[in-house]
């Protein structure tokens, strides 16, 4: 991430100060990077509006739905805000750990140490360039983690129990999952008070989600575990294709419980982001991509207070 540059217009809106005051406060009027965010924070001393804290999932066992360009521009997003987030890269793919900047092979410990070796979470999360966003990287030592796991006892709840140990230390916990169906994203939804899945605006997500309902089922009844909250955020969405208006409105019959208002439209820089190695908020920060993460977080975390406010029980839990 460090090509993410800020403008002092972008520096100024953060903080609600003016572009002079950015300037004065850095100490340089151009080359605006992460960094700066620190520094401003400091100075200004406006923390982020206290949440309690949330362990939240971005899973949908179908492939290619949106699952990491939308939970690593949240996950940032939630660190420029000034809370502190820690995102697991659950998949071997590494994507997210890419899209934030940092290169999967180069780490020799991921997540699958700590689940499978006992290894503390701290001793495998790096800092990103990001103030405030720390990440748990992932390459292809992680694919066969899943495997590790099947003979240990206790094999679902390695990674809830593993976040025990770092709660405090961060506001949000944002997790980026593989598409597939195994150990390791049950351990996920464990660990997770919050479900954001990501679908596309078409008939084929509707088996995904089947079957991630069955899923969820499955863990109130055989393993007493209950989301708090499902969010389902439809992703790529371009309204001048009728099919996608069509498969919103069978989305909104069959999931309105669950389905958020806003919907994150078809937009190329989330693309071009991460062939940068940054989310789109870095690369982009007005375009349609940013503005629709945008407001869809400001809905997902309005419904989570609202949720909150209303069962006072529930956020003592939710650590
Ligand atoms: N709103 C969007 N508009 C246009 N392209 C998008 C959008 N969201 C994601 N993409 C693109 O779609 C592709 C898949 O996105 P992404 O990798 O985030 O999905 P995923 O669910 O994490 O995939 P996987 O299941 O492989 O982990 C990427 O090329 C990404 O740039
Ligand atoms: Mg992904």
């Known amino acids: 991430m460090d090509n993410v540059k800020y403008t002092s217009r972008r520096l100024a809106e953060l903080f609600g100060l003016t572009p ?55 996950a940032y997003r939630l660190a420029e805000r000034g809370y502190k987030v820690l995102v697991l890269d659950l998949d071997s793919q590494g994507h997210a750990t890419r899209c934030l900047g940092e290169e999967g092979s180069s ?61 405090k230390q961060y506001d949000f916990v944002v997790m980026d999952a593989p598409p597939s169906f195994g150990l390791l994203n049950l351990n996920a939804l464990m660990a997770a008070n919050d479900l954001v899945t990501p679908v596309l605006a078409d008939f084929l997500s509707y088996d995904g989600l089947r079957l991630l309902f069955e899923t969820i089922q499955g863990l109130e009844e055989d393993l007493s575990h209950q989301l708090e909250n499902i969010f389902i955020c439809v992703n790529a969405f371009n309204q001048t294709f009728r099919i996608a208006r069509e498969a919103v409105d069978a989305l909104r019959e069959h999931y309105s419980e669950y389905l958020l208002h806003s919907v994150v439209r078809q937009c190329t820089k989330f693309a071009q982001a991460s062939s940068e190695g940054c989310p789109v908020f870095g690369y982009d920060p007005d375009s349609k991509g940013a503005m629709d993460i945008e407001a869809m ?14 069962r006072p029980d529930a956020a003592r839990s939710a650590r």
Do not use: C
Request: proline share 7%; glycine share 8%; aromatic share 6%.
């Open 107 to 167: 780490f020799t410990k991921t997540l699958y140490d700590v689940l499978v070796r006992k290894t503390p979470l701290a001793e495998v999360t790096i800092e990103t360039k990001m103030p405030g966003l720390w990440l748990v990287p992932a390459n292809l030592a992680m694919s066969t983690v899943d495997l590790a796991l099947m003979p240990m006892a206790g094999r679902e709840f390695k990674l809830k129990n593993a976040l025990r140990d770092v709660d």
């Open 297 to 310: 977080q400001l809905e997902v975390l309005g419904r989570i207070k609202d949720g909150l406010a209303a």
């Open 20 to 74: 002079k005051q950015v300037v004065e406060i850095v100490g340089h009027r151009d080359g605006f990077g992460p960094r700066d965010l620190a520094v401003l924070r400091k100075a200004v001393r406006r923390p982020p509006e206290p949440f309690p804290h949330r362990k939240q999932l971005f899973l949908n066992f179908k492939g290619g739905t949106g699952k990491t360009s939308l939970s690593t521009s949240y």
